[in-house]
């Protein structure tokens, strides 16, 4: 059975309020997995999930892209229950290409990812991505290409000693920004809206432990940043901004 995670008005939760939402009444006895929501779970539930320290997947490498992936997880438990045999090959292969996408999509470009073709995993991503937005394949890259200009000209924020990434903060949202700054081999700052409005700093493109570290431990306190968020290993981090700001 799934159940989708709902706020307190009914509506499927986002990325801003998933922990944050009510813990949805189950048949006794039933096993439950917690995918990506709800902060604290009842006793015996099941988190799946790579976000915060804790998580099964957090801070682990790339080479352990699919054990570490929430998507991963769950294959991985539905293979462990005997259910997995009812996924198509494609839907696996798929769901794989998925999982190291979601986890470590730069390492899974470089090569990190045990099995996974990073020419493979492109076109996988520019297809998809065109399919779910109504677009052309043409039209997407079109994005990427702005989105990389815009990254050559883009000034440079200094996160800590030695560590520089692209600021795109001043440019409102960029279709195709974490595409275009993988291709680039770049990292950068942006400014993006939560669903719920709340505005935060995000840190990511083509980032090293070092980079988020740097983002999380001086850059990001300095700026006022609250609620931080970020794994070294996976190569993300952000910020929310303050509410009067």
């Excluded at 813990?23 to 099941?46: F, K, N, Q």
């Amino acid at each position: 059975t799934i159940v989708y995670a709902t706020d307190e008005n009914g509506q499927r939760v986002h990325p801003g309020n998933a922990y944050r939402c009510p813990v949805p009444e189950v048949p006794d006895g039933s096993t439950v997995y917690a995918v990506e929501c709800i902060d604290v779970l009842p006793a015996g539930w099941r988190r799946i999930d790579h976000h915060r320290p804790g998580d099964p997947g957090y801070g682990r490498p790339p080479s352990d892209f699919l054990a570490a992936s929430s998507v991963g997880q769950v294959l991985i438990e539905l293979d462990r229950l005997g259910v997995a045999d009812r996924l198509s090959d494609k839907d696996i292969i798929e769901a794989i290409l998925a999982a190291a996408a979601d986890h470590c999509l730069a390492a899974a470009y470089n090569g990190e990812c045990p099995g996974i073709d990073p020419d493979k995993l492109m076109r996988w991503r520019i297809e998809t991505r065109a399919a779910f937005q109504g677009r052309t394949v043409e039209e997407l890259l079109a994005d990427v290409e702005l989105a990389r200009d815009l990254l050559e000209d883009a000034p440079h924020e200094r996160l800590a000693h030695g560590v520089y990434v692209a600021d795109l903060r001043g440019y409102g949202h960029v279709p195709e920004l974490p595409e275009a700054a993988l291709r680039e081999g770049v990292a950068y700052i942006t400014t993006v809206i939560d669903r719920d409005g709340r505005r935060k700093v995000v840190l990511g493109g083509n980032t090293t432990p070092e980079t988020v570290r740097a983002f999380l431990d001086a850059w990001a306190p300095s700026q006022g940043l609250m609620d931080l968020y970020g794994d070294p290993a996976r190569g993300f981090a952000g910020g929310y901004l303050p509410p009067h700001d």
